[in-house]
C-alpha cells in the first residue's frame, strides 16, 4: 500500500512563503508523476504542478514565477515552494502521486491547509 504524508501549511498574510512536503511510501512501489493539487472552498480541486521522475514541471497560470516545484527522487519526497502568496491560494493543497507496481495507479494525500490572509 502507498502512504502519502503532507506537511508545511499554515497560516501566512499576503506576500509571504510557505513550503509543502510530501513524503511517498510503498514497499516494491516506484512513483512516476507527483504533484500538487488544490481546492478552494465552494470550487473545484485544480492543478497547481506537478513534476515527472525526469525533473520536467508544469504549472497553473496563475502561480507561474511564484511557486517552484521540486523533488528528491532518493527520498521519494515532492515539494512545493511558494511564494509571494495571495489570498487567492488560500484552500486545502493535496499531494497525488503515480505510483507503479506492474499497474500505474494514482494516490491522494490527506491535504494540507494554506491559508493567506489579507
Known amino acids: 500500500q502507498v502512504q502519502l504524508v503532507e506537511s508545511g501549511g499554515g497560516l501566512v498574510q499576503a506576500g509571504g512563503s510557505l513550503r509543502l512536503s510530501c513524503a511517498a511510501s510503498g514497499s516494491g512501489f516506484s512513483f512516476n508523476a507527483m504533484g500538487w493539487y488544490r481546492q478552494a472552498p465552494g470550487k473545484q480541486r485544480e492543478l497547481v504542478a506537478a513534476i515527472t521522475s525526469g525533473g520536467r514541471s508544469n504549472y497553473a497560470d496563475s502561480v507561474k514565477g511564484r511557486f517552484t516545484i521540486s523533488r528528491d527522487n532518493a527520498k521519494n519526497t515532492v515539494y512545493l515552494q511558494m511564494n509571494s502568496l495571495k489570498p487567492e491560494d488560500t484552500g486545502v493543497y493535496y499531494c497525488?502521486?503515480?505510483?507503479?507496481?506492474?499497474?500505474?495507479?494514482?494516490?491522494w494525500g490527506k491535504g494540507t491547509l494554506v491559508t493567506v490572509s489579507s
Open positions: 497525488n502521486v503515480e505510483a507503479v507496481m506492474v499497474v500505474s495507479m494514482n494516490y
